[in-house]
């Protein structure tokens, strides 16, 4: 894959095939460690361990069976070339996290790419998922999160195509006025 | 910057043109998104999709998508749906091609053969 946010297309598929209502997608840019990480956490139906410890099976063995997929595998090479790794935490009915690190500034990392281009094209076609992104980096951060906008706004028909380059527009540029989070019982103590 | 009073214009809008067409069947656009399907370009098809819908206000359309469907070398593919027709499939769509779909036969009602890997009932 050209970009690590295809990866996250990719991760997203699986989620959205796993059945998962809710899904959130945090990237960390740590410049002291060197790293990027990535992770995509879902409440679908999760792996039995026996599927969980194939998932990383080589080519040779998961071309054989057409029936096992790609995707992960991929983004375990793509991880590793950069000087990373993909760790898979997973139980069925208690949903999936896929986490995948990479050298920062190493040579052969992807560069990240249109994160918001892969998550309206999620949205857009799954318009009751629950989608939660977080970009951290030092000096910033971005987030958008359906379901804050939801809380703000009521329901929002996510699979229109206008909403959806809306969508993709707050990504990429920012939301002038950020949702705010629903007021907890500790914070309200607080004040 | 975006804001949520944009949102809201063009939420009004759309349930505005859903009431309008309440009781009718919706096209529907799906694109493939299998590992095969995204490495091929699958998410430049979704985008330039959406571009051409809301560039068009064409409402009435439901994009949705689907995993590998076994035909990975004509992917990246998208199939086109309408109420009463047999389903088209187009393979080795480009962002492109697919704005092309969208014209001929998503508006025009005119299939674009030269890219039809399969049509069924
Ligand atoms: N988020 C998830 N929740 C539940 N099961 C998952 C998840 N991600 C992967 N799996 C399981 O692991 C298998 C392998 O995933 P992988 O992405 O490598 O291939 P695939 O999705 O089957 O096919 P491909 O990605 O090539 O289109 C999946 O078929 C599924 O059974
Ligand atoms: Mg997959």
Redesign the pocket.
Known sequence: MKEIALHVL??L???V??G?SRVSIDITEDAAMDRLVVEVR?D????QPC?RDR?FDPFVTTRRTR???????LLAAAARQAGGEVKVE?SPGR??T?TASFGLTHLDRAPLGDMAATLIAVLAANPQLKLNYRYRRDGGETSFDTEAIERRMGSVPWGEPRVALWARDAIRFGLAEPPEPIPGPARDKGR | MKSLEELERIRKRAQEAMRIREGEQPVKIVVAM???GIAAGAREVMTAVLEELAGRSLTGVTVTQT??IGLCEQEPMLTVEKPGRPAVTYGQVSGDRARRIVAQHVVNDVVVGEWVVAARR
Not at chain 1, 67 to 73: A, E, F, H, I
Request: with cysteine; glycine share 22%; net charge negative.
């Open positions: 990719d991760l598929q699986n989620s095939e796993a998962a879902d679908g139906r999760g792996m599927v998932v029936r096992v997929g790609l995707g992960l595998p997973s949903g999936t896929v | 299998g590992t095969c995993g590998c």
